[in-house]
Structures are given as structure tokens and as C-alpha cells.
């Protein structure tokens, strides 16, 4: 058999950092160990996340708008330190030991929280009046749920790319399995999410919140169990040195240059002789394209470029590395149409639960369902849409489109934007009848109306439709349009659009708070809900999402897939 059917095409080593070997390493059976971590994370996360607004409501005594913002500001900071994770990974760690590392601080946070929930001392004392934290107890909470933030750091950008890097790009029959690796890799996640807005809420709400967060620390543990045990089966990319540091490299040369004049023939720009590999560790090499002409001076090889034989490289680059910076200005406009629609999914954790605390929430004579568990609704959605789309969605539009995914990945993500306009359409219709009932009954000091919490199914099941489509979508094109030396890093900026969704989420609430509060008012989302226009709100964010869809369409229409040349040894 010849060498290069023997051992993958793409760089790619194994734990004992040899080539790795196609048939004994990567594929589903390293991925299984990859998507069983991933669920079993998810569910850690979401089982602690889901509810945590209605903990700091319950346990830290925070009102409404103090405790939506808390959870956001939190969950926009668990999207940003993705970017830590990420360059340690493309840099110096590698994907492998990035993930294993900052699963333990993320053990560490989990623990912690656990005990402030449970352990006499770190526990809020609570009686008939309410919970009365003391200011170490709160900043326990506090601590913990950082740890937890700047552990999934370490995972969250890592991990998808981490499964994509089991299947060889240049393996034609590989890379199809990794476009469907993105549906699984999300279904995976949402089987975690569906068990934490069902059993682990259900637990925080009738059992205790010792129990309730007890329960996602174990399953963290084992999620750094199913990790490890399949480190035999794992295909590792190598790191390749400091992203940041190429791209300053890149800038201070150009700016140097900037009275240099580009050649018409591009062949007379500065690349490595090699047919195939460029000079960066474990990255091809990408064709030269002509938007963003000013970088490329950065490449142009003057007299003064080389001193006694050797490259200065903040004097001289290569191509690729002047390319590697152009995929990264051209991901930009894509990235940031995403933040209004994280913006739009972060309101399952904050506005949609305190709209459904105001719902009728008995199943039956004495079940009652805590409103933080409808999310169940939008995993079932994404459970549903997720092998849908994979199985048939995918098929027909291949036949219409002779794409091999069927759609391009920036029609995907733009399908998924016009879904979640409907999703914030509904839930504005839905609060416009609530807030009619309360009026019309005069219901308005009323804790939960005789309305069923389950009208809020189709604005959850929206947003799982849109998730499908938009997030893993995104995932996918992140991965597939990063230089192949950035991918964890690119992976983490599509990470930050969440972080920025729900931090602009905050800003807006703040906002809309501090405006509609004028003049003694109550505003649209006083305490008591049934008093304010939580509808006008949903309405602000449907319009945000039109105006950003159309954005989009201009964005996608003008952008350019990146080129790359052959495959590397």
C-alpha cells in the first residue's frame, strides 16, 4: 500500500505525535468519544444555565431586571473567553490539551457552585420573608460561575473544530462525513440541553438546588472521562505559533511598505518555494485574491528585505500569511450579522421564562412544569430539525442546487435569520393576548393567569428551527473559511457573536429600562409584568432582526470564499 493511503493527507499526528494513520485513528469512531464529551458538557452547562435566573431571584434576592442582566452579562462572558482557549490552542497547546486542560478549572467552578448551593455557610439562610445572602455568599456564587465561564473557554472553541479534524479535507469521502458531523455534533448538544430543561430544572425547583447543580458537576466529570478515553483514536493538529503574532507581522509590513508599489504579476510576490506547504506549521498554502490590495505590500520583496541571507518577518511575508489576515477582514461582516440573532436566542434564558412565570404552569391537578424547562422545546426543535435536515432537507436541495451540502453555508445561515424573526413575532403576539386577558379580566396583581404556559411551544420551536440552520451553519463555515492555522481561533470569534448577543440583549434591557421608566412610569418590564409591555420589547428585537437579515443579503452576496492549494505531507 502506498505511503500516502497509509497516513492522512492533512498534517494531522496522533497522541504520540506521529503521522497519524487513516484507518486507526479519526472518523466516527474517534467522534463518538468527541460528541459523548460534548453532551455530556452540554448538559453540565445547560442543567446549571437554564435556571439561573430564577436562582438569583430565589437565592441572591435580585429583581428582574438585575437578575436577566446578571445571566447575560454571564453568558456573554462565557462566549468571550473562547478567545483565550483559542489562542492557547493555535498557538502553543493544540486542540487536544486545551480541552483537557481547561475541562479541570471547569470541574473546579462546577464543584464550587455545588457547595455554595448546598453547604451551611455558603448557602443563603432563607425563611417565610425570603433568602438573605451575605456578601461572601454571593461572591461564592460569583467566583464559581466565572470558573465555569473560563473553563468552557477552553472547550467551546476547540471542540467542534477538535471533531471536524477527525476527517481528512482531502479525503473526498471524508469530507462529506464532516459536513454531516456539524448536524450531529449540534444534535449532541441539545440531547445534554434537553435532559438539563426537563429532569435538572424539574430537580432545582421540587428537589433543591444542592441536588440541582450536584447533579451537572458529575456530569462534567464524566464528560473529561469520555474525553480522555478516546486519546488513542485522536487525529491532532499541530499548533503553529501565535496567530496574533502573523497578523501584526502582516500590518507592521504592509505600513512599512506603504509607498511600495504592487506588481501587476502576482507571481512576483514573496511565497515559500514549496509546491504545497506553507511556511506555517500544519497549513497549506492559499491563493492569492485581489480584494484588500493595501496587505498585500506586505509581500512584495524589495532590497532591503534580506540582510546578510536572512527574512525579516515584520519586513517581508509570505502570500498565504497576507491571506490568512484577508479571510479573517472578509469573515467580519458575516460574524457580526450574527449578533442581533444571538441577541434573539438569549431571550429562552431571560424574557421568554419571565413571561411564562406569569402563565398558567400545572400539568394536571398537581404537576407543575417550572417555566425555565419550555426550552425543552426549542432541543426538540433542533432534535427534530437537525437530522432533517442532514437526511432530507440536504438531498432535494442537492438536486436543485449541485452543491454537496446542498445549500452553500451562507444560504444556510440566512434561512436560520428569517426563522427567528417569527420566533420574536410570536412571542410579541402571545404577551399582546396575555397583557389584552389581564385587562379585560382585571387580573393585574394576579401571580400566575389562567393561561397555559404551553403558548409559549411556538416561539421556542422558531428558534430551534432557526438554530439548525444559523448556528450550525455558522459553525461550519467558520471552520471551512479559517486559514487552516486559526481554526480554534475562528471558531471563537463565531463563539463571541453569542457573547455580544447577549451583552447587546443587556444594553437593550438597560436601555429600554432607563427610557420607558421616565416621569415615575412603570416601563415595559416592571417586577410585575402584567403592569409593563414585555410585547413592545419583543416587537424592538423583531425589527432588529429584519433590518439585520437585509444586511445580511448584502453581506453574503459580496463575499468571497477563501482558495487553497493542494494538501500538506
Known amino acids: 500500500m502506498a505511503e500516502d493511503d497509509i497516513y492522512t493527507k492533512d498534517g494531522t499526528v496522533d497522541i504520540h505525535k506521529k503521522p497519524a494513520v487513516k484507518k486507526k485513528t479519526g472518523n466516527w469512531k474517534a467522534c463518538r468519544f468527541i460528541l459523548g464529551n460534548e453532551c455530556c458538557e452540554r448538559l453540565a452547562y445547560y442543567g446549571m444555565s437554564t435556571n439561573l435566573v430564577n436562582y438569583l431571584q430565589i437565592r441572591l434576592n435580585m429583581d428582574n431586571v438585575a437578575a436577566s442582566n446578571t445571566v447575560t452579562s454571564w453568558s456573554g462572558t462565557c462566549y468571550l473567553t473562547p478567545l483565550i482557549g483559542a489562542f492557547l490552542a493555535d498557538a502553543y497547546l493544540g486542540r487536544f490539551w486545551t480541552i483537557a486542560s481547561f475541562s479541570i478549572i471547569y470541574v473546579f467552578g462546577m464543584t464550587l457552585l455545588t457547595l455554595a448551593a448546598s453547604i451551611p455557610g455558603l448557602k443563603p439562610s432563607c425563611d417565610s420573608s425570603g433568602c438573605h445572602p451575605s456578601g461572601g455568599q454571593t461572591a461564592a456564587t460569583f467566583i464559581a460561575l466565572y470558573l465555569i465561564a473560563l473553563g468552557t473557554g477552553g472547550i467551546k472553541p476547540c471542540v467542534s473544530s477538535f471533531g471536524a479534524d477527525q476527517f481528512d479535507e482531502n479525503d473526498e469521502a471524508e469530507r462529506k462525513k464532516k459536513s454531516s458531523f456539524f448536524n450531529w455534533f ?3 448538544i441539545n440531547v445534554g440541553a434537553m435532559i438539563a430543561s426537563s429532569v435538572l430544572v424539574w430537580i432545582q425547583m421540587n428537589v433543591g438546588w444542592g441536588w440541582g447543580f450536584g447533579v451537572p458537576a458529575v456530569a462534567m466529570a464524566i464528560a473529561v472521562v469520555f474525553f480522555f478515553s478516546g486519546s488513542s483514536l485522536y487525529r491532532l493538529q499541530k499548533p503553529a505559533g501565535s496567530p496574533l503574532t502573523r497578523i501584526l507581522q502582516v500590518i507592521v509590513a504592509a505600513c512599512r511598505k506603504h509607498r511600495v508599489q504592487v506588481p501587476e504579476d502576482k507571481s512576483l510576490l514573496h511565497e515559500t518555494a514549496d509546491d504545497i506547504e506553507s511556511k506555517i506549521e500544519g497549513s497549506r498554502k492559499l491563493e492569492h485574491t485581489n ?37 479573517i477582514v472578509r469573515l467580519l461582516p458575516v460574524w457580526a450579522s450574527g449578533i442581533v440573532f444571538a ?16 402563565l398558567d404552569q400545572h400539568i394536571g391537578p398537581s404537576f407543575k412544569i417550572p417555566s425555565a424547562s419550555l426550552s425543552i422545546f426549542d432541543t426538540i426543535s433542533v432534535l427534530f430539525w437537525a437530522p432533517v435536515y442532514d437526511r432530507f432537507i440536504v438531498p432535494i436541495a442537492r438536486k436543485f442546487t449541485n452543491n454537496e451540502r446542498g445549500f452553500t453555508q451562507l444560504q444556510r445561515m440566512g434561512i436560520g435569520l428569517a426563522i427567528s424573526v417569527f420566533s420574536m413575532v410570536t412571542a410579541g403576539a402571545l404577551e399582546v393576548v396575555r397583557l389584552n386577558y389581564v385587562r379585560v379580566n382585571n387580573l393585574y396583581d394576579v401571580e400566575n393567569i389562567p393561561m397555559s404556559i404551553f403558548w409559549q411551544v411556538p416561539q421556542y420551536f422558531f428558534i430551534g428551527c ?8 455558522q459553525l461550519e463555515f467558520f471552520y471551512d473559511q479559517a486559514p487552516d492555522a486559526m481554526r480554534s481561533m475562528m471558531a471563537a470569534l463565531s463563539l463571541t457573536t453569542v457573547g455580544l448577543g447577549n451583552y447587546l440583549s443587556t444594553l437593550l434591557v438597560t436601555i429600554v429600562t432607563k427610557v420607558t421608566t421616565r416621569h415615575g412610569k412603570l416601563g415595559w418590564i416592571p417586577s410585575n409584568l402584567n403592569m409593563g409591555h414585555l410585547d413592545y420589547f419583543f416587537w424592538l428585537l423583531a425589527i432588529l432582526s ?18 487553497v492549494t493542494g494538501h500538506l505531507h
Not at 466 to 473: H, L, P, R, S
Open 186 to 188: 449540534y444534535f449532541s
Open 291 to 327: 480584494n484588500f490590495k493595501f496587505l498585500d505590500k506586505a509581500c512584495v520583496e524589495t532590497e532591503n528585505d534580506r540582510i546578510k541571507g536572512l527574512q525579516n518577518e515584520w519586513r517581508l511575508c509570505t502570500v498565504t500569511q497576507v491571506e490568512e489576515l484577508k479571510s
Open 343 to 358: 441577541a434573539v436566542y438569549s431571550q429562552m434564558s431571560t424574557m421568554f421564562v419571565l413571561q411564562g412565570n406569569t
Open 466 to 473: 432557526a438554530e439548525v440552520f444559523t448556528f450550525i451553519g
Open 546 to 563: 429584519v433590518v439585520n437579515f437585509f444586511v445580511y443579503l448584502l453581506v453574503a452576496k459580496c463575499y468571497s470564499y477563501k482558495r
